[in-house]
């Protein structure tokens, strides 16, 4: 079982910067890969980034050059950097994790994924 706990979202003027992160409990976090996703209400919560148990890294293309994915598995953490924001990246962020040695391909797709935070807040103003 693995618990997630996002924090770091929050209100930020367009072109700024906010720096996520998700705590994973549990002592499989260096066997799991790890997503975040976005939620605005009214749509599908959609893939932001994934990096797997093994390094490998993946964006959407919406996010590509300004966010980065990155995780500390000394720490149990998830790291989100976001930068050059815009309005349209105001959503719920959601931190999710696969169950042990995922070896799947498909970390862009909500089903890949077997544990869900709660959510942090990012809203961006223009």
Do not use: H
């Amino acid at each position: 079982q693995v618990q997630l706990v996002e924090s770091g979202g929050g209100l930020v003027q367009a072109g700024g910067s906010l720096r996520l992160s998700c705590a994973a409990s549990g002592r499989s976090f260096s066997s799991v890969a790890m997503g975040w996703f976005r939620q605005v209400p009214g749509k599908e919560r959609e893939f932001v980034a994934a990096i797997s148990w093994i390094g490998g890294i993946l964006y959407a293309d919406s996010v590509k050059g300004r966010i980065t994915i990155s995780r500390d598995n000394a720490k149990n953490m998830v790291y989100l950097e976001m930068n050059s924001l815009k309005s349209e990246d105001t959503a719920v962020y959601y931190c999710a994790a696969t169950r042990p040695y995922y070896y799947g391909a498909d970390l862009n797709s909500r089903i890949s994924y077997d544990y869900w935070g709660q959510g942090t807040q990012v809203t961006v103003s223009s």
